[in-house]
């Protein structure tokens, strides 16, 4: 079974539009973390944000913030006011248990293009 | 922020030579770092994770004689593709483990190496 699902293989937004990427996880573990990357098309991994399980509020970074609904398991990256320079492919992933090796599972990606 | 530098960024070699990527952590210590791998348009696969002054834990199916992977010091860990072949042309990314002092969790990740066997 997938451990993390992101539905949407690609997206088009039109820029400042704000953007919801999906992701739902899948875990027993009751200690997890749950990460978001942004991979443009150099090829790096930019880490944009992160919430553990046992954080009490979403986690927000600038732009980005998270969506966190533990019932649903679901952690939904939120762009505020999109740019064109947000197209790129974003990643969803996940660490199991508090202090493991720091291996994280990854979803699949959504490609995000943002149009003029 | 936390740096980690991975090079060469590309590199393009014949089939059966062996090809070093380097990933060296700037500004911090790393005790462990991830080497994946990505197919075009698809998910990084962890191939191994390194601890400093330990063998490196494979994934399954990941061939170890293949793959070779040394974390001889904090800083720095290297991956050794031996005797490329064609299959092995990839995107090959590493990745270190930093805890900063009351921060959450966060991997750094290199600039990713692409990889090309002729």
């Known amino acids: 079974a997938q451990k993390i699902t992101q539905t949407q293989p690609g997206m088009f937004v039109q820029e400042k539009e704000a953007v919801t990427l999906d992701c739902t996880y899948d875990t027993s573990d009751p200690s997890y973390g749950l990460f978001w990357y942004k991979q443009p098309s150099s090829g790096e991994m930019i880490f944009l944000i992160y919430q553990g399980s046992y954080d009490q509020q979403n986690a927000t970074e600038g732009r980005y913030s998270l969506n966190f609904q533990k019932a649903r398991k679901s952690a939904n990256l939120v762009i505020s006011a999109s740019q064109l320079g947000d197209s790129a492919m974003y990643f969803c992933a996940m660490r199991e248990g508090l202090e493991s090796n720091y291996q994280l599972i990854w979803g699949a990606g959504t490609k995000l293009i943002i149009k003029p | 922020g936390a740096v980690v530098s991975q090079h060469p960024s590309w590199v393009i070699c014949k089939s059966g030579t062996s090809v070093k990527i380097e990933c060296r952590s700037l500004?911090?210590?790393?005790?462990?770092m991830f080497w994946y791998r990505q197919f075009p348009k698809q998910s990084l696969m962890l191939m191994a994770t390194?601890?400093?002054?330990?063998?490196?834990?494979?994934e399954q199916g990941v061939e170890k004689d293949k793959f070779l992977i040394n974390h001889a010091s904090l800083t720095l860990s290297t991956l050794t593709v031996t005797s490329a072949h064609p299959e092995d042309s990839s995107f090959y990314i590493c990745s270190a483990r930093t805890r900063e002092r009351g921060s959450n969790e966060k991997l750094f990740f290199g600039s990713g190496t692409q990889l090309s066997v002729l």
């Open positions: 500004d911090f210590q790393a005790t462990t």
């Open positions: 390194s601890n400093e002054g330990s063998k490196a834990t494979y």
